[in-house]
């Protein structure tokens, strides 16, 4: 199947700064990717969907500004968090391809 | 609003028995249907697709979908303890929107 990559896995950051965090399609080019956002013992929650060369879309309720989506070329979207704070410590996940396959997640912690 | 409903569990199977998870979507025109494994702090991954009416088996694993009576299920035999994880289904409505369940938890007892 496809493989998408995310980096960092981990991240721990102090409240107030940006943490920026990469999805990238290994093997496939992707004009749409998505990102989610998971909290414990809770489902996937749909935060946007990342289109290459246009901007993205935010699902009702996510902070655009806050959560900057970048897709700037067909194998790399980046999500940056701007001036997190512990609220947004949560589990990040990207996917891409019509069957969607996931990388790997990124743990924010925002201390 | 178009939903994806999955019994949350947990859901518990002797090993070696044939676990049976089950999932109602409400799109009547939903295409595509996926189930997902997540194992606690990972992210998911994809267990198989069904596009058709009937049954689709990969290894263990067997997926089986119902248009009429808008249901996918998903029945893994020989369960392992390692099968122990939270299986998610996702539906692509007739939008291409793909729509999540919340999850059944399954516990595989040795």
């Known amino acids: 199947g496809a493989v998408v990559s995310q980096h960092p896995s981990r991240v721990i950051c102090k409240s107030g700064t940006s943490v920026k965090i990469e999805c990238r399609s290994l093997?496939?080019?992707?004009?749409?990717m998505f990102w989610y956002r998971q909290f414990p013992k809770q489902s996937l929650m749909l935060m946007a969907t990342s289109n290459e060369g246009s901007k993205a879309t935010y699902e009702q309720g996510v902070e655009k500004d806050k959560f900057l989506i970048n897709h700037a070329s067909l194998t790399l979207s980046t999500l940056t968090v701007t001036s997190a704070h512990p609220e947004d410590s949560s589990f990040y996940i990207c996917?891409?391809?019509?069957?969607?396959?996931f990388g790997q997640g990124t743990r924010l912690t925002v201390v | 609003q178009k939903e994806v409903e999955q019994n949350s569990g947990p859901l518990s199977v002797p090993e070696g028995a044939i676990a049976s998870l089950n999932c109602t979507y409400s799109?009547?025109?939903?295409?595509?249907f996926f189930w997902y494994r997540q194992y606690s702090g990972k992210s998911p991954e994809l267990i198989m697709f069904i596009y058709s009416n009937g049954d689709k088996e990969d290894g263990r694993f067997t997926a089986q979908l119902n248009k009429a009576s808008q249901y996918v299920s998903l029945l893994i035999r020989d369960s392992q303890p390692s099968d122990s994880a939270t299986y998610l289904c996702a539906v692509k409505d007739s939008n291409y929107q793909l729509i999540w369940g919340a999850g059944t938890k399954l516990i595989i007892k040795p």
């Open positions: 093997d496939f080019q992707a004009t749409t």
């Open positions: 799109d009547r025109g939903s295409q595509s």
């Open positions: 996917s891409a391809s019509a069957v969607p396959f």
